[in-house]
C-alpha cells in the first residue's frame, strides 16, 4: 500500500512542478559582457577555432568539427559530464559578430541562439576588446523550463562560456557584467 502513495506523490510533485512551468515565459534573454586585453581579432580567432576550444573551456572533453551544412560551421562539443552538443553557426561578420544555434533534433524541448558582439575598445597602445553575449532560449516543456529558471539559472551557458574566456585572459569570472 506504501509503495501507491509513493507513486502517487510523485504523479503530484511531477505535476506540481509542470503547473509551476507551465506559468514561466517559454522564451529568456539573457545578456553578458566582459572586456578582454586583447585584440578584436585575437579574440575572434579564439572564438571560431573550435578544434582548440577544449584548451580554453575547461567543461569540453573534446570538439569535432564536420565541416558545413548548407554553407554553415558545424561542429560536436562533447563535454566531460559526458553531453553532446551539434552547433552551428547561422551568421558570421568577421571580426564582429558571430550568431550559433543548436543544430539537428536532438533538442525536441528547447531551441537556442547565442549571439556574440565583439567591439574594439579605444585605449592608447594597448588593445581591449568587449564581447557581448546575448542567449535566448525557446523552452516548449514547462518542467525544464522550471528547471532553466530556477535550477541552472536562465543565462547559464553564456555565464559558463564567458567565464572560461576570462580565464583564459586571466581575467576574474567577476569582470562579466549581467546585462539583462
Not at 25 to 46: D, G, K, Q
Not at 105 to 113: G, L
Request: charged share 30%.
Amino acid at each position: 500500500m506504501w509503495v501507491f502513495f509513493v507513486v502517487l506523490g510523485l504523479f503530484l510533485f511531477v505535476g506540481l512542478l509542470a503547473l509551476i512551468g507551465q506559468r514561466l515565459p517559454e522564451t529568456y534573454r539573457a545578456r553578458r559582457r566582459l572586456t578582454l586585453p586583447a585584440s578584436v581579432e585575437e579574440v575572434w580567432e579564439l572564438l571560431t577555432d573550435h578544434r582548440r576550444e577544449p584548451e580554453w573551456r575547461p567543461e569540453l572533453a573534446e570538439v569535432e568539427v564536420y565541416g558545413e551544412q548548407q554553407g554553415k560551421p558545424l561542429w560536436r562539443e562533447r563535454h566531460k559530464r559526458g553531453e553532446r552538443r551539434t552547433l552551428v553557426t547561422e551568421e558570421s561578420e568577421a571580426p564582429h559578430k558571430l550568431v550559433r544555434s543548436l543544430a539537428g533534433v536532438e533538442r525536441r524541448s528547447f531551441t537556442a541562439t547565442w549571439t556574440y558582439r565583439l567591439e574594439a575598445l579605444d585605449e592608447s597602445d594597448s588593445p581591449r576588446t568587449q564581447v557581448t553575449v546575448e542567449e535566448e532560449m525557446n523552452i516548449t516543456h514547462p518542467v525544464y523550463r522550471l528547471l532553466s529558471r530556477y535550477v541552472f539559472g536562465n543565462g547559464a551557458f553564456s555565464q559558463q562560456y564567458l567565464t572560461a574566456l576570462a580565464q583564459h585572459y586571466d581575467r576574474e569570472p567577476s569582470a562579466i557584467e549581467v546585462l539583462e
